[in-house]
C-alpha cells in the first residue's frame, strides 16, 4: 500500500517562507494527481494546491502568488513552497495522492503542522 511520509512544518514569522515535502513510497507517476490540503481550528478542510501527472497545477485563491506547488519524480517527492506566510496560513496540511485505480482510491500523508505567529 501507498505510504505518504511527510516533513517540514513548522513554526514561521509572518512573512516568512516554509517548503513541505510529501515523499511517496514509490514512484509518483503511478498517481493521477498529488496535492496539499489544509484544516484550520474551526475550518473546514481545503485543498490548498494540487499537481496532475502531467504537471499541471490548481491552487486555492487565497494562495495564489505566494505558494508553488512541485514535483521531483526522481526523488517520488511532492513540495509546497510556500512563501509570505500570513497567520492565517496556519492550518494542519495533510498531502494527498490519487492512484489510477478502479475504484478511485485516495492516500494522505499524516499530516503536518505550520503555525505562522510573531
Known amino acids: 500500500q501507498v505510504q505518504l511520509v511527510e516533513s517540514g512544518g513548522g513554526l514561521v514569522q509572518p512573512g516568512g517562507s516554509l517548503r513541505l515535502s510529501c515523499a511517496a513510497s514509490?514512484?509518483?507517476?503511478?498517481?493521477?494527481?498529488m496535492g496539499w490540503y489544509r484544516q484550520a481550528p474551526g475550518k473546514e478542510r481545503e485543498l490548498v494546491a494540487s499537481?496532475?501527472?502531467?504537471?499541471?497545477?490548481n491552487y486555492v485563491d487565497s494562495v495564489k502568488g505566494r505558494f508553488t506547488i512541485s514535483r521531483d519524480n526522481a526523488k517520488n517527492t511532492v513540495y509546497l513552497q510556500m512563501n509570505s506566510l500570513k497567520p492565517e496560513d496556519t492550518a494542519i496540511y495533510s498531502c494527498?495522492?490519487?492512484?489510477?485505480?478502479?475504484?478511485?482510491?485516495?492516500?494522505w500523508g499524516q499530516g503536518t503542522q505550520v503555525i505562522v505567529s510573531s
Open positions: 499537481i496532475s501527472s502531467s504537471g499541471s497545477t
Open positions: 494527498n495522492a490519487r492512484p489510477y485505480s478502479i475504484p478511485p482510491l485516495t492516500y
Open positions: 514509490g514512484n509518483i507517476s503511478r498517481f493521477y494527481a
